[in-house]
């Protein structure tokens, strides 16, 4: 992208900043306004960067080719479409990240039995999985899928299992949900899907209910979050 906006600091697309309109046009420039196919651009340099409107419009009018072919790939290549909210979320990840990058992803996926339906359900739901690494996604799916045996069908529904981190969160609390499901201690225990989503204060609250059951419940958690923070 540096070599495609070489009149435009990188580092610029990556963090919020106010930079001068100046630099892109003069009071004696006649008007730049976006067209239908750079809206989208337009709309994300504005809500997700910190760009002013003229100083996003001139920006996507640098490089309009590159830009259009970003939105192409996203719509048609990774299903997602325009109308969805999630639209601007996988224009970020390939913005980014190269499509080599993001197919590579995809061949994590297919390497534990993904189809290509279901990862492109995945993609459309949480666009996240685009933009992260190779070694967050092995992680990931060797935990939820060899540990604990979870299916795609069932994964690609579980959105936040993919923005959630798997070292301070998600096993955390699933160390106490089989302690839980041990002691058969509660008759409808809740999922790992939900209790991730529980905030902490909601969590100590739910392990708080079983304490005179299990009195070390509270502090095997706590432990499992304090190991968490050595890794």
Same mark, same amino acid.
């Given at each position: ?168 969160? *998600? ?23 939900? *209790? ?36």
């Amino acid at each position: 992208m540096f070599k495609i906006l070489h009149t435009i600091p990188f580092s610029c697309l990556r963090s919020p900043f106010r930079y001068s309109t100046t630099s892109f046009s003069s009071s004696s420039s006649p008007k730049i306004t976006a067209t239908p196919s750079t809206r989208f651009i337009v709309d994300y340099l504005i809500d997700s960067l910190g760009f002013h409107e003229d100083e996003a419009v001139a920006v996507s009018s640098k490089a309009p080719d590159f830009f259009e072919s970003k939105l192409q790939y996203v719509e048609g290549k990774l299903g997602i479409s325009r109308d969805s909210s999630n639209f601007i979320h996988g224009l970020a990840a390939a913005l980014y990240r190269s499509e080599s990058d993001i197919e590579n992803n995809v061949q994590i996926f297919r390497s534990f039995g993904w189809s290509n339906l279901e990862i492109a359900t995945l993609f459309k739901a949480q666009p996240y999985c685009l933009s992260k690494s190779e070694a967050y996604i092995s992680d990931k799916l060797n935990f939820f899928m060899k540990e604990l045996k979870y299916t795609p069908c069932y994964l690609m529904g579980r959105t936040s299992f993919w923005t959630l981190s798997l070292e301070k969160r *998600i096993k955390p609390r699933n160390e106490v949900l089989k302690i839980l499901k041990e002691k058969e201690k509660v008759k409808d225990t809740p999922s790992l899907g939900t *209790i991730v989503n529980y905030s902490e204060l909601t969590f100590l609250s739910f392990l708080q209910r079983f304490e005179s059951h299990i009195p070390s419940l509270c502090e095997t958690y706590k432990n499992s979050l304090r190991d968490s923070k050595t890794k």
